[in-house]
């Protein structure tokens, strides 16, 4: 299959024309850089130069001028208190783009630097819950309950992980039910909402974990969410839903939560060996910008292996490159 064409991943990527130089210019120059210094070419924006990779082998934003900039994010001050907590929702309409494997990860590495996360599985599948090591399809109750049932109470359904300060909402197969039962409920799309909000004031970050698709459960989590991040692999089916999920999003802010914002959108599945890779970095940096986290996920085998363990790959391969990116991905949350 042949590479497609400029005009092919602009629209796949909903970006504008591209300007004469790629990717666009960052329009503030950090400290101590002179705006007029030699041009660089395409493969050193995308490139990070072997000096200045850090430990771990973490991939950088492919703009020099954004990390230097930015600087790298210090370690979080630790907390004298908890709470209110600021609701993330993970999302993106395709599959396998590593929503829930960031979820995981992301939570546990926050869980590090003393913030109290809870984990929402909003998904059907039931990913996020077995990637915990819970056997969510023997549960008495679930998110399902919690969002339906008027007599199920949030600690009935709240559980503790593996991981300190991390906690858990599980969902099983009876969540697949529960997009036709809510088209009948009034107000409908603050269902989860109204059923997170009195623990909101016990946790720092809520990160919901959405299901594929843009239906009525990932309406409920944008709904109350403050914050959205989109993990994004990098190829070229991954950009084509990109303006889709920006639209919905769009829907979301002027008609339910004027208050939502796209937190970042975040690099997954990156492979720096592949001119594709780096092309795709490209468009998404040419299209959100400084929403691009600075870190980006490379794939490796770990996260399969952490599967099986049903644990976060911060505590089954604590020194890997993998665990560290998520370290620096919770820094760059925390300081955004």
Known sequence: MSEPDSAAWRAAAGAPAPRPEYPAPVPDVAPGVSSDGPTQSADELFVVPEPERPAGGISLSSSPAIRLRNGRD???APLTSHGPARV??????KGGVGKTTSVINLGAALAEYGRRVLLVDLDPQGALSAGLGVASHELEH???DLMLNRNTAITDVLMPTSVENLDLIPANIDLSAAEVQLINEVGRENTLGRALRPVLHAYDYVLIDCQPSLGLLTVNALACAQGVIMPLAAEFFSLR???LLVDTIGKV????NPDLVI???LVTMYDGRTVHAKDVVGMLIQRFGEQVYDVMISRTVKFPETTVAGEPITTYAPSSPAAEAYRTLAREVIAR
Do not use: E, F, L, S
């Not at 993330?88 to 309409?93: H, S």
């Not at 802010?253 to 339910?256: F, G, N, S, V």
């Open 241 to 243: 839903g990109v303006a």
């Open 88 to 93: 993330v929702a993970v999302c993106n309409q």
């Open 263 to 265: 937190d970042g959108v």
């Open 253 to 256: 802010q002027d008609r339910i």
């Open 142 to 144: 679930t998110v399902y």
């Open 74 to 76: 210090p370690q979080p």
